[in-house]
């Protein structure tokens, strides 16, 4: 199962200043391994935050972002203790679902 | 009052001796270490980092406090091992050079065996003005040709400090190339190339 | 000669100061691309399942590292890391962190050698529990000044012979430690060198390991970080958590010593 | 094509509708879908035109942000936003990467048109940030260049 997300949400002023770190190999599918063998390409396709069930942020992704994601972007209408969920799923069908209070 | 001083000074000779006499060689107890917690891989082998030659035995010692005798020693000694080109042309191809200044591989126990070594002098020095990925641990060889001027005098010298540098700087941080069998005959003339031939761009 | 030396120097420093103005605003540039890593480290990651790791029970005896003695008592971590490596009394040897974690696992829950270290370097689809167990534990002595012994006789040697082998060359190229690492401001490549033998250069260096190394994608240890070194430095392969590893640690940690720790951080 | 895309608005009406009366669970729900043929593009140009940008503005009122110089092609951190009113889609693309397509965000009102997130690069490039405000394509690009590092391979 996929490591857990590290999120921080964080209200400061009228905008909640989101940062999210995710665990993920987002391997390209072009790179060999030591025997010479391609290693299959298992990266995260779709993001979604919800902030108290509105999405506030939808990302699609390709191999070309980093091992380990990482996102920061900020959105109006937060409070502190509201809830934001944040989504994914890979290529392979995996996914993960990690949720934040705004502190 | 005496009595005391006296016991203390005794005391204090004795803690002086003790210390001085129960020293431990560490020096030893390191190299008996490596044999035991080193695995030798690929083209780096324990043999070679235990059996030290007589240079590199001196320069871990005096790293830092070394004679000027000693120094001129090792410097005596090192410029004899040094073999010039054969055919004594000393100037190959410096598009190839380029290609083994810019390769870090060889002898890591990472690297295949019998594989082709790089010089990785871009590690270490400013060569093409183009690339901007340089070392400076050593000094800037740009312009390098341009500044020496191409004669004999400058491609001997030139090549005996690839060679072997410690031949003119004992305790050098540089590799001995040649001596240590890093790159050949063929790729020590394409460094030539790269630093001496005026159409390289160390040279524009 | 050293007359010489200087002369040409200031000549050369004449020619190429063009260049030394491009080659400041190239560091700068550097500067700032681990500065915007530095927000949202993925080693934070790697904490959170090392904690997870260390309060797991774990058989065959079925019990949790929580009751490891990382030198501070049972269970200790705050504080813990600045003082490692450190001599242990119930093993009679000196051992550094990741040696240490090894003996708990052995001794306390019970796994053998090789289960204790199996994928103590973590690749993509093989994590390692030692590099998010070590994330952890260091994590726990953020902000505290590293603060090793060498009282002890045996810390002492262990100080001694990293010492020794810091300054040892050998191998085809001639390298050692000191080879690239005992002077200011130095540079391989675009990559500046610390000196470990100044103060200062030692505290930054080794205050900020372990570190999320960009260019692997996995938290490395220092004795990832070494073996690292060693290979670059064409010697053949230290053993993992061998003697002279945590012997070259231990010089490494008192030449830092009151460097605040700062890790695990983020590096190329 | 059509027929395609109705089927498809058909497949959100329902899915919309699944959402309300939460028939599936919240981590299944997502607006937004991959599109290979956009990510696998091998040219700009190509992923352009899969992204549906015909026509674009260059302009100062869309930034792309980051050092000059990455260390390390594998992590390169981009910081992109837009000034422009009503931004509510963004794409970002390194134009010699194999597939230039790199990661595209869509911004319902009440978030800022700006992100930060890291992209690998095969090398230097430009690195392009395309934006659609009220239909229309903004773009801004910066180079990055990606160095050589260390000792060694």
Known sequence: MADPMRIRAVLSGDKV??????RHDME??????????????????????????KTVLDTVMGIAVSKDPFLSFKFKGGVKGGKLVVSWV??????RTDTAIVS | MKKIIITLFISLIVTGCVTATIQPDYAKAMLELLNKDFVSKGPATVERIVNQDSVQHFCSIYNKSRSEEMSEQITASQLKTIKYPSDENYIGNWEEGEKIAQNGRGFQSSDPLGGVNGGNCYACHRITKNEISYGDIGPSLYNYGKKHGNNEKVYKYTWAKIYNSQAFTACSDMPRFGHAGILNEKQIKDVMALLLDPKSPTNQ | MKLIMKYSLTILAILVAPCVLAEGSSSDEIAKYRELLADGNPAELWEMRGEELWKKKVSPNNVSLERCDLGKGPGVLKGAYVELPRYFEDVNKVMDLEQRLIFCRTSIQGLSYEQAVSSHFGSVGNP??????????????????????????????????????????AGTHDFSCATCHSSDKKRIRLQELSNLLNKKDAQKTYATWPAYRVSQGEVRTMQHRLSDCLRQQRFPEPKYASTTMTALIMFMAKNAEGGVFDGPALKR | MDHSRRSILKFTTIFGLAVATNLLGSMKVFAAEWKSKSFEAKTMEEALKELGIDKYTLSSDVTVNSAEIAENGAVVPVSVSSAIANTDYMAILVEKNPS?????????????????????????SNVFAFVKADGKWFAASKEIKVTLGGCGG
Do not use: W
């Open chain 1, 17 to 22: 200043d989101v940062k999210v770190l995710i």
């Open chain 1, 28 to 53: 390209t599918g072009l790179r060999k391994d030591a025997n010479g063998k391609i290693i299959p390409a298992h990266f995260i396709q779709t993001l979604t935050a919800k902030y108290e069930d």
């Open chain 1, 90 to 95: 890979d290529n392979l069908g995996d996914t």
């Open chain 3, 128 to 169: 390692s529990d030692i590099e998010a167990l070590v994330a952890y534990i260091t994590s726990e002595s953020k902000g505290m000044k590293m603060a090793v012994s060498i009282k002890h006789p045996k810390e002492m040697e262990a100080y001694e012979i990293g010492k020794n082998f810091f300054y040892y060359r």
């Open chain 4, 100 to 124: 230039p397509l790199s990661i595209t965000f869509n911004f319902p009102e009440g978030t800022d048109a700006a992100v930060t997130t890291r992209v690998k690069m095969g090398g230097t």
